[in-house]
Each structure stands twice: as C-alpha cells, then as structure tokens.
C-alpha cells in the first residue's frame, strides 16, 4: 500500500477499495484482514486492489515476478511427491483463504492421529 501512496490501514484501503467495486461494499475489518492475511479476497475482489495499489493481482498472491526463481519451487518433498501430490497442492494453493484453512486443519488432524509433526510450526 505505501508503493501506491497509500497509508497501509484497514480504514484507507476499504475507502479505495469500495470507490472502485461496483458492487455491495465491503467493511473496514474485511479490509482490514485482507492486509493482515487472515482472509484472501476473492479473484474479482483482487483485481479490483490491484487497480487500487497499481499493481499486478500476481504480485499480491506470489510477491514481485523477479522474485521467483524456478529454485524456490523445490523442496525436500519433491523428491517424494508424485505428480498427483503436486497437482493436489497447486489445487490446494489457488482455494480461497478460508477453504485453505479448512483443508489445512484436515491435513493437520490426519498426521497428528498418525504422529506425524506439522509442518507449520505450531
């Protein structure tokens, strides 16, 4: 939000925000947990910040494209996962924010019945 000049708030974005969106508008806390990562906004809905902040929805999701190196990709699980495994985590990646919340919580029931440590770090 300060690239875009703005004052990184829940209050100044949900004002610019509801200038631009053409529909029902939304509250100071959406927006407000939009900048806090509690809750993704959907597609439409990151467009439309997009316009707001100038810049791109990708850089929003992923960070700034020079960014991200084919290297970043990897990790130890790569080595284990088959190409279902990655189809099923890139799947799990483009679910709204809430959804992934739940699946998260799923996956993190199954592998404390099974003793397995999470690897969120909680």
């Keep these: 939000m300060q690239a875009a000049g703005l004052k990184p708030s829940g209050t100044v974005l949900e004002q610019a925000f ?10 100071k806390q959406t927006a407000s947990n939009w900048i806090n990562g509690k809750y993704f ?7 439309v910040i997009a316009r707001v ?7 929003l999701l992923y960070g700034p494209r020079e960014s991200m190196r084919a290297e970043e990709r990897s990790g130890p699980w790569d ?3 088959t190409p279902a495994d990655r189809q099923a985590i890139d799947t799990f990646l ?3 924010g809430p959804q992934r919340l739940i699946v998260r919580d799923v996956i993190n029931g199954f592998a404390a019945a099974n003793g397995a440590a999470r690897s969120d770090g909680a």
Excluded: G
């Design 18 to 27: 509801n200038r631009q969106w053409r529909d029902a508008p939304v509250s």
């Design 53 to 59: 902040l100038k810049t791109d929805p990708h850089a």
């Design 79 to 81: 080595e284990c996962s």
């Design 94 to 96: 483009n679910l709204p």
């Design 41 to 47: 906004p959907t597609h439409d809905k990151l467009r």
